[in-house]
């Protein structure tokens, strides 16, 4: 059973645009939600997370906007760079439990 | 240590035999995770250990998969009688008790030839 759903698989952004990526979990007693980013090689990385009494936090260029009564939540970058090419994972947790992740966005910026 | 450290980073081995991959989590961290990621692919989940015991082993996929972790710290995880199926990058986390975030060590890339 998939508790984490992410879309889109792939995604392909100009230069200074804006990437949306979505999830949507199953669980309520998620309670903890990171993006991870990962480049070709290495391990993922945390970028961003939320907890549900928010519905949107912003670390620069990131933004995770979450609506809890839908159960999902989605990534935006703005200003899309090419250094922004990379795969995204967003997770859930709740608990002592273990970190699911999404499928995973591989993300491309186009000059 | 800085952070998360596996090892080996690479390791090829012959289909049959026996690997153990090692993690070293970040000093102070309770939780520790065992993902496996195949080439192109998601996360696919293992095991998960709270101090030395894993309340959640239901990612291992067959008996020949075997995990421990010892003083709270260091684990490794065991491949038996290994094969072609089980090439992928091995990637470890780990993060403090409850909901923090969770570092990822670089992994290490198993090859089963």
């Known amino acids: 059973q998939q508790q984490v759903k992410q879309s889109p698989q792939s995604l392909i952004v100009q230069k200074g645009g804006i990437s949306i990526i979505n999830c949507a979990y199953e669980?309520?007693?998620?309670?903890?939600f990171p993006w991870y980013q990962q480049f070709p090689g290495k391990g993922p990385a945390l970028l961003i997370a939320?907890?549900?009494?928010?519905s949107e936090k912003k670390e620069g260029r990131f933004t995770i906007s979450f609506n809890k009564s839908a159960k999902q939540f989605s990534l935006h970058i703005m200003d899309s760079q090419p250094g922004d090419s990379a795969t995204y994972f967003c997770a859930a947790k709740g608990g002592n439990e273990k970190l699911t992740f999404g499928t995973g966005t591989r993300l491309t910026i186009i000059p | 240590g800085a952070g998360v450290s596996q090892s080996p980073s690479n390791k090829v081995t012959e289909k049959g035999k026996d690997v153990e991959l090692r993690c070293d989590p970040i000093s102070g961290h309770t939780a520790l995770y065992w993902y496996r990621q195949s080439l192109g692919q998601g996360l696919e989940f293992l095991i998960y250990?709270?101090?030395?015991?894993?309340?959640?082993k239901s990612g291992l996929p067959s008996d020949r998969f075997s995990a421990e972790r010892t003083g709270g710290s260091v684990s490794t995880l065991t491949i038996q009688r290994t094969q072609q199926e089980d090439s992928a990058v091995y990637l470890c986390a780990s993060s403090l008790q409850g909901n923090t975030e969770a570092f990822f060590g670089q992994g290490t890339r198993l090859t089963v030839v």
């Open positions: 250990f709270q101090g030395n015991s894993a309340p959640d």
């Open positions: 939320i907890r549900p009494d928010v």
């Open positions: 669980n309520t007693a998620f309670d903890y």
